[in-house]
């Protein structure tokens, strides 16, 4: 159980990485 939440926050992680880098503020 605890693997798939660190499995989430790492891809949420990834996106948000990537959304920014994308869309600089």
């Known amino acids: ?3 798939d939440w660190v ?3 790492g891809l ?3 996106v ?3 959304y ?3 869309v600089p503020i």
């Open 7 to 9: 499995e989430a926050a």
């Open 12 to 14: 949420v992680m990834v």
């Open 20 to 22: 920014m880098m994308v």
């Open 16 to 18: 948000a990485a990537c």
């Open 1 to 3: 159980m605890v693997k």
